[in-house]
């Protein structure tokens, strides 16, 4: 009759309310064969009829709460226990159990007008049978009415709560396990990167250095020299090893970089930022040149960490991404029109504490990265002034280090 979930405390409270109709209509049955009533057979056939019909209704899977097939039954039920009521005086306790049915099968705008109507006939029922009008004739049935309606009401608010708790429970497993998912994939993700970024300063630059000092030393002998052919092929071993570590390098890059550009990764970084809240765009300034891994990995992750905090603690409405392509150095500025903060302390190092940069980890990691490959990063706000974050890496070419960069 409900499909609420059936606790033990839900499915006793079934139970009685079943055993307490049932066991009215007995009542009446048996008074009515007791007392030898004239209509004591009818009393008796419409009691069991009405057992009947309310078994079959609890046992109906289409008898649901606010449904025409609850509102039919509940019709039926009532036009048999009216007729009832009008041979057997006894039947109006029935009129109890009666206005729990129609308080949780109907909606309470339906609900209520059915119990005062219910109340109503069990109150007619002691004039119709000439009993004695008491006070208790009109307060027994609309007691029982207020119980009905109190118990009825505070069980649905205590459910509706149950089910905004359960809800949120539920919410809050799966934002668990979705925060979970995302900190295991960004763990990966800063695991491939550092592997890259070491792999390229370590092995790649070693094998590069290898192999230019064996070119080297191959011009100075002599072609006919026994050692030429030895230094070749370790030339050409390192010349292989360094082409795999750069295989190596590409595979472990960024997802964003491995589907092009670095103005590719960070064009799409803006559309996805961009929402109703936020306008991002994304321009490209000068020249473009193609990057060294490690320099396309640091200013994308400097744009991205920029574009965190503009949504996270500056309520821009707009922001601004720039990739500069200049004759000796590639800059990257994030500027954005949110409620800024103060940089009194914007000349504190990475290693320092993150209270003295901003507030958090972002500035000094972004420092860190442009730090440790020779550039620089300035941060220009103020309160109610927007952000302006700024990266500026030497081009390798600048540094006379093309070859051993571009590993």
Request: glycine fraction near 8%; charge should be neutral.
């Amino acid at each position: 009759m409900d499909t609420r979930a059936h606790t033990p405390v839900t499915t006793a409270l079934r139970l009685c309310l079943h055993a307490l109709l049932v066991g009215l209509l007995v009542l009446a049955a048996l008074r009515a064969i007791g007392d030898g009533t004239p209509h004591a057979t009818a009393v008796v056939v419409l009691a069991g009829v009405m057992a009947a019909l309310y078994a079959a209704g609890a046992l109906a899977p289409a008898v649901q709460p606010h449904t025409r097939a609850a509102a039919l039954w509940l019709t039926a039920l009532g036009a048999v226990w009216l007729a009832l009521l009008a041979l057997s005086p006894d039947a109006l306790w029935v009129a109890f159990p009666l206005y729990f049915l129609q308080l949780h099968l109907l909606p309470v705008r339906w609900g209520l007008p059915a119990v005062a109507v219910t109340a109503a006939a069990a109150i007619a029922s002691f004039l119709l049978h000439g009993q004695e009008v008491t006070p208790g004739t009109f307060i027994g049935p609309l007691l029982g009415a207020a119980v009905a309606v109190a118990t009825v009401l505070g069980y649905d608010a205590l459910f509706r709560e149950s089910e905004r708790r359960r809800e949120l429970i539920d919410e809050l497993v799966s934002t668990r396990a979705e925060l979970a998912d995302a900190e295991r994939t960004a763990g990966t993700l800063a695991e491939r990167e550092r592997l890259a970024r070491e792999i390229h300063d370590t092995l790649a630059q070693g094998l590069s250095s290898i192999q230019l000092l064996l070119r080297a030393a191959e011009r100075t002998l002599p072609e006919d020299a026994p050692a030429a052919a030895h230094v070749r092929r370790a030339r050409e071993a390192a010349q292989d090893n360094l082409a795999e570590a750069r295989r190596f390098v590409r595979a472990l890059t960024p997802p964003d970089l491995q589907q092009g550009s670095l103005a590719a990764a960070l064009s799409r970084l803006s559309s996805r930022t961009s929402s109703p809240e936020l306008t991002v765009q994304f321009a490209v300034s000068g020249r473009p040149v193609e990057l060294p891994t490690p320099y396309e990995v640091a200013l994308l992750r400097t744009a991205q960490s920029a574009l965190a905090n503009a949504v996270q603690h500056s309520g821009a409405r707009r922001a601004e991404i720039t990739l500069s392509f200049m004759e000796t150095s590639v800059s990257l500025d994030v500027v954005d029109d949110g409620r800024g903060f103060r940089t009194a302390v914007e000349t504190a190092t990475a290693a320092e504490p993150a209270s003295t940069a901003g507030g958090g980890f972002g500035l000094p990691a972004m420092r860190a990265r442009a730090a440790s490959l020779g550039g620089t990063l300035s941060v220009e706000s103020g309160p109610g002034q927007g952000t302006a974050v700024a990266v500026t890496l030497p081009l390798p070419a600048a540094t006379g280090n093309q070859g051993g960069r571009a590993a």
